[in-house]
């Protein structure tokens, strides 16, 4: 318990010196200035578009549980996943789909199995996503001729790299326990990792499967979650008077949420306002002006999860110790799964 303690202050530790570095970067007057130009209708806008997509992501949750036999409430996932949001945003590696994971159990009797295999489509459907619509607004930026002639074949090269994840995460999900044969020489963590990934993935999508239209609702449904998130963005570009293509809006916001898969610190606090600075700067915005986007959808953000994410938290009764203890059930019942896949695994060899 102290090792967890222990984790989570040093990984916070690390996210607030890298956030008053953000801070000190951008001068906090001249930052302080541009917000108090920021008109409060566009807060507004923003603030009703978050609900939205949050609502959505509730929504999703809810329909891909039911496919695979357990019925819930749209109240108790959105009730869920703003506490789980919460536990993301200040803790690194996800630990809030733990959360989800638990609260499931405990209230409403999902099983972990049934709640891993809906959560799994989840992820995948935002990878899959995001990598598409990153795409997609690549080549609409490079269509345009917006951007200068150096950074073409940065551009070019990304675009490259998301098409290689494309082919990739594709090739994990129908072909990776052969992915997994290969990489056990190199490592057996990672084989074992890409066993359980792949069997997550199998698993929930054989279960959903029984009901394929309302799955293909729950792909499309992705998509249109994660064009909300980059409209909010834009938003933001709007207010702050920058002049953005709404393109490279969305390549900055999509790419910059796929560094969100596997946050290094508690709320990917430098991770995601680096990437989001690299591409705005192709539209000629300096970085010290262009980190006034990913730091005000920080700043809001935040407020909102400290006001509903932490008193819904404290609802469920999970404090520090308490996560820690959900930690370890969880990690207990993953690392039977992966038994069970290694031994099912040796077999077939």
Known sequence: MKKF????????????????????????????????????????????????????RSFRWKELLSTTGFDT?????????????????????????????????????????????????????DLIAIL?????????????????DNAIIILVLALAAIIGLIVLVFVLLFFGKK????????????????????????????????KPVKLILMALLSFVIWVIETTMLYILIIGLNMNVPFSITMLAGSIGFLTFTVP???????????????IL????????????????????????????GLPLLLTEGINITKLREIEEEVEEYIEEEEDKLVMENSMDE
């Not at 056990?184 to 029984?210: M, V």
């Not at 290094?264 to 690299?278: D, Q, S, W």
């Not at 300096?286 to 986007?293: C, D, F, G, N």
């Open 5 to 56: 303690t222990k984790r989570i202050v040093i990984l916070s530790v690390f996210a607030v010196i890298v956030l008053a570095l953000i801070i000190y970067y951008v001068n906090p007057r001249e930052y302080y200035q541009a917000l108090k130009g920021f008109p409060l209708i566009f807060v507004l806008i923003y603030l009703a578009i978050m609900f939205v997509s949050y609502f959505l």
């Open 73 to 125: 409430s749209i109240k108790f996932t959105w009730k869920t996943m703003h506490a789980a949001w919460f536990v993301n945003w200040i803790t690194p590696l996800r630990i809030g789909e733990m959360v989800r994971l638990y609260s499931a159990k405990k209230n409403e009797g999902i099983s972990y199995g049934a709640n891993s295999a809906a959560i799994a489509i989840e992820h995948i459907f």
């Open 132 to 148: 598409i619509i990153s795409c997609f607004s690549l080549i609409v930026t490079l269509q345009l001729g917006s951007v200068p």
């Open 179 to 210: 992915v997994a044969r290969l990489a056990k020489p190199i490592s057996q963590e990672l084989y074992e990792n890409l066993l359980r990934l792949h069997s997550s993935f199998k698993t929930g999508f054989k279960i959903a499967s029984k």
């Open 264 to 278: 290094l610190l508690p709320g990917n606090i430098g991770t995601y306002e680096a990437v989001f600075v690299a």
């Open 281 to 308: 700067s192709i539209a000629g915005i300096t970085p010290r002006i262009a980190l006034h986007v990913p730091l005000t959808d920080r700043v809001i953000k935040s407020i909102y999860m400290l006001a509903l």
